[in-house]
């Protein structure tokens, strides 16, 4: 079983477009989030959701909006896509917001046309 | 904003050598964390190191902390074509809830 999954693994689509990025986790961790990986690979945090509730914005366009429906699931809506915008992005958990490890999902590659 | 930096930004060695990589840091840390990534997945945990130790090993990873550097390293010895990988070292900056990654060592082991 996979521990963090995330769909879809790649997401092709013109500017001005909006798309949606699924991310879930089976561990029963109560924090997770979403990172951005650019083409220079530095991996960049976006945002944290601890219990649902979100605990980090790192001055994230409000073009992106996080959903926490529960604890296990974290998706993340981008409007109006920018060329920009084009990197991967991973989703991760960790038991708790305490410096604990995290675990990834495998990312999903997003390409903006 | 805080984050590690690697160095090198790519390393090759043939099998069998030991690979040496470094991170440095620049505000006071709790934690520091190395992960792997294989080319198209995603991090992969390896090792945390707290900033009152100086020294953890793992089966062929060995990590130091020179807190007073704001430095880190991660050694792997007798490489493997299996250990081809980026590296990434991260820390929390002294906040404990969130980790600021670099941009990573991509080391080449050579069969």
């Known amino acids: 079983d996979t521990a963090v999954s995330q769909t879809p693994k790649y997401l092709v689509t013109q500017m001005g477009n909006d798309k949606s990025i699924k991310c879930e986790q089976n561990?029963?961790?109560?924090?997770m989030y979403w990172y951005k990986q650019d083409s220079k690979k530095f991996l960049k945090i976006m945002f944290s959701y601890n219990n649902k509730e979100l605990i980090i914005n790192e001055t994230v366009p409000n073009r992106f909006s996080p959903k926490s429906p529960d604890k296990a699931h974290l998706n993340l809506h981008i409007n109006s896509l920018e060329l920009g915008d084009s990197a991967v992005y991973f989703c991760a958990s960790s038991y708790t917001t305490g410096g604990e490890k995290l675990f990834f999902g495998s990312g999903t590659q997003l390409s903006v046309l | 904003s805080q984050q590690g930096e690697e160095d090198p930004q790519a390393l090759s060695i043939q099998e069998g050598e030991n690979a040496t990589m470094n991170c440095s840091y620049k505000t006071s840390i709790n934690n520091l964390q190395w992960y792997r990534q294989n080319s198209g997945r995603g991090l992969v945990h390896l090792i945390l190191i707290r900033s009152n130790e100086r020294e953890k090993h793992s089966g062929r990873l060995r990590v130091t902390l020179d807190t007073s550097k704001k430095s880190s390293s991660l050694l792997i010895t007798a490489s493997r074509a299996a250990d081809t990988a980026s590296y990434f070292c991260?820390?929390?900056?002294?906040?404990?809830?969130?980790?600021?990654f670099g941009t990573g060592t991509s080391l080449t082991v050579i069969p």
């Open positions: 561990l029963g961790h109560d924090t």
């Open positions: 991260a820390t929390d900056a002294g906040t404990g809830n969130q980790f600021y």
